[in-house]
């Protein structure tokens, strides 16, 4: 049996799935000190991002990207997990313009709405 997915709810999904990347990228989502430093003595864990958790959902969107074109894969990162306009991002990602940038995004999130339909 499938389900239909809107393009609303593919958006709303990368949207979710990039705040959560962006946040582990910039450091947040982890203690600044671990247990061990605090007591002095190893507790024998991983110390590393080896130890983070990662929601099914989220893991799901990331599998379902990985398998995407690299051009996919850079324009949804300029859209849901860079800052700033889409037109720095691009640029900064090596698409020649905005609009390819955006080309490529839009066949991205549609390759999501049907991998997420079956």
């Not at 049996?1 to 799935?17: C, D, G, P, S, Y």
């Not at 003595?41 to 080896?50: H, K, R, V």
């Not at 300029?78 to 037109?87: C, F, S």
């Not at 990602?93 to 997420?116: I, Q």
Request: proline share 3%.
């Amino acid at each position: 049996m499938t389900t239909n997915i809107t393009i609303k709810q593919v958006r709303a999904a990368l949207k979710k799935w990039g705040n959560f990347w962006l946040k582990r990228e910039m450091g947040r989502g982890f203690k600044s000190h671990s247990i061990s430093d605090r007591t002095g003595q190893p507790t024998g864990g991983f110390s590393s991002s080896e130890a983070m958790s990662v929601p099914d959902d989220i893991e799901l969107i990331t599998s379902i990207i990985s398998r995407l074109r690299p051009e996919c894969i850079k324009a949804i990162r300029a859209r849901y997990v860079m800052g700033g306009t889409m037109a720095e991002a691009s640029k900064l990602l090596g698409f020649d313009s905005k609009r390819s940038a955006e080309f490529w995004l839009a066949k991205a999130e549609r390759s999501l709405m049907l991998e997420l339909s079956h």
